[in-house]
């Protein structure tokens, strides 16, 4: 076979192949090579945005269990004003009302009456004071006004019920005390210490030297105890239409062994409200 013989041997043509599959194989690795650098960027691509959506989720699930809590805080701020409103409404309302229903159940007695009970109560309660008032009566069937009148004045100033002192000035005659009012006093100071109510009955027959006590008792801005409502009781054939003077020539007269001076400071202490019962 000649030099220029176009005829290739079979070692030079391996070789060739050799050569073309050598070519082929580093052509697929430069190809393949940035596919596996896209996936490798893939995945850390993919996997940032698992965490981002994670954080999301987590964010989400922290705004729901913040929006939770503050619905429960607004829950329970609510409970609490409704609860402090309610045990509001027992005190002022609820004494209101009960004025409202003795209205009710005592219909005879006229708004004028009602409206001088509730000022003279809340003047107690307001200014820590003593006060009294005098109710003429006709009748003797008044012993449930004076106890539902006696119940609505101690809720109002203690916030409770409390049975009154009951006191009748017929009863009131007794040595020690006509020898000494500072006797009476005494025993009344005792026997109100729980109580917010003082009813004298018939307060025309308690004795001249006994009576110079109420002058102590009912001091407005000194009293032997505070925060007391004292009802003193007096009976008349009619309800006379100058009420105020019959009241105080009736007791000017049963206490005419009073001097003047003491007499007038001692109705005017008495008589804050003179009212008459229907």
Known sequence: MTKNSPIRSRRSIHDDIDNFHSEDSNTEEEETVPDLLDNS?????????EIKHRKGDNNHSETQYNWYLLIGILSVIGLLIGLYYSENDNNPNDNDKSLEI??????????DFWLS??????????????SSIILVHETDNMKKLLESISDYASVKILDRVADPLVLDGV?????????????????????????????????DKVP????????????QY?????????????????????????????????????????????????????????
């Open 171 to 203: 009863n009131l005659n007794k040595d020690k005390y006509l020898k000494d009012y500072g006797a009476f006093i005494e025993d009344v100071r005792r026997g109100i210490s729980k109580k917010a109510v003082v009813i004298v009955r018939n307060v």
């Open 102 to 111: 003795l209205k009710k159940q005592f219909p005879k007695q006229n708004i």
């Open 117 to 130: 009970i509730q000022v003279t109560v809340d003047d107690i309660v307001k200014y820590s004071q003593t």
């Open 222 to 278: 000194n009293p032997v105890k505070r925060h007391m409502l004292y009802i003193f009781t007096i009976k008349a054939p009619s309800n006379p239409s100058k009420l105020n003077q019959f009241v105080e020539n009736l007791l000017r007269t049963n206490w005419s062994s009073m001097h003047n001076d003491k007499f007038h400071a001692l109705f005017t202490r008495l008589g804050t409200f003179i009212l008459p019962i229907s």
């Open 208 to 219: 001249s030297a006994v009576a110079q006590a109420f002058h102590q008792l009912c001091d």
């Open 41 to 49: 960027q893939s995945e850390e691509y993919f996997f940032e945005q």
